[in-house]
């Protein structure tokens, strides 16, 4: 997130927090739900990568969110306390 139109920024991640954290910029109304890009990369038909763009809502929503988008924390925390 930038206040110039002239600067750009990609950050690859897994980490709910810093989307979420973008999401709930938008939700405060300091970051416009167009000025963030959200893509998601999973296995499509023949394992063959599928890349979604996923829109942002004025409510810092992500609308029509793949199933498995927002579970990072569940699968850390069956790795660390066995859920």
Known sequence: MTKTKS????????????INTCL??????RV?????SLLFFGKG???VCDVRH?????QGRVKDAP?????QIDK???VLVGF
């Open 45 to 47: 038909d023949d394992d």
């Open 24 to 29: 709930v910029e938008v939700k405060k109304k």
């Open 54 to 58: 996923l829109d942002i809502n004025d």
């Open 7 to 18: 600067l750009q920024l990609i950050v690859e991640t897994h980490s709910d927090h810093i």
């Open 67 to 71: 199933v498995d988008f927002f579970d």
């Open 76 to 78: 850390s925390l069956e």
């Open 32 to 36: 416009g739900s167009d000025a963030i």
